[in-house]
């Protein structure tokens, strides 16, 4: 099945890009820019090249469900982006990170049905690294979240830093036994941090400063579920 993805950015030399792409569920995919407005359907670094991000006036929505989003630059996480399911959006927000755009730029979306129990974890460290953890839990289990481009763990991905900021998505609700979301757990396997997750069909995931933690190896975003 297939989920239309939209976005809206507002750039330094007040043009905004309108984007919506229909994106397979459960399937990483890329947003694209709006025919509507565009002669071509196209990445936004192709589109913005050289332009910055001053507004995100809608962050990337589906129309079912959504786990996380991100830019991405050479197959890295550049920068992490607020997401909402269409209808449900609380407000504008600036970036997490100011960056000029480059050609080789895209969007990248995670859409899913609105019933699949994705966990999507998005952080920023305090050496201003972005990263995103994800599972996908089944049954009443522990679940280990991975880095979606390195498929490491937690400490092995972010050893050394910390987490300045975070947010969670999940439709599991009253399921999720970890503080409500995720726990950062040390190598003793106890709870040293964490947040909460948020349903994007009934909320907007909302950015965290509160329950961060310094990372070290060994150490697990881990996620329990009831059932």
Do not use: W
């Amino acid at each position: 099945m297939a989920a239309v993805v939209n976005a809206s950015f507002m750039l330094n030399t007040g043009e905004v890009v309108d984007m919506e792409t229909s994106l397979t569920e459960g399937t990483e995919g890329e947003l694209l820019t709006s025919t509507d407005y565009a002669v071509a359907a196209v990445s936004l670094g192709q589109f913005a090249d050289g332009k910055v991000i001053t507004q995100i006036t809608q962050p990337p929505s589906s129309d079912k469900g959504i786990s996380y989003a991100y830019v991405d630059r050479r197959g890295e996480i550049l920068c992490i982006l607020p997401v909402c399911v269409n209808g449900v959006q609380s407000e504008p927000v600036a970036p997490f990170k100011q960056f000029q755009l480059q050609a080789g730029d895209t969007v990248r979306v995670m859409a899913t049905s609105a019933t699949a129990r994705n966990f999507g974890l998005s952080v920023i460290t305090n050496t201003g690294v972005h990263a995103i953890f994800a599972a996908t839990p089944s049954g009443g289990a522990d679940n280990a979240l991975l880095h979606i481009k390195s498929g490491q763990g937690l400490g092995a991905s972010l050893t050394g830093q910390t987490i300045i900021g975070h947010y969670a998505t999940s439709v599991d609700g009253s399921k999720l036994e970890s503080g409500g979301g995720v726990y950062y757990l040390n190598d003793k396997g106890l709870p040293i941090g964490g947040v909460s997750a948020c349903n994007p069909q009934n909320l907007q995931p909302s950015y965290s400063r509160m329950g961060g933690a310094g990372i070290f190896l060994n150490f697990v975003a881990r996620v329990t579920t009831s059932s």
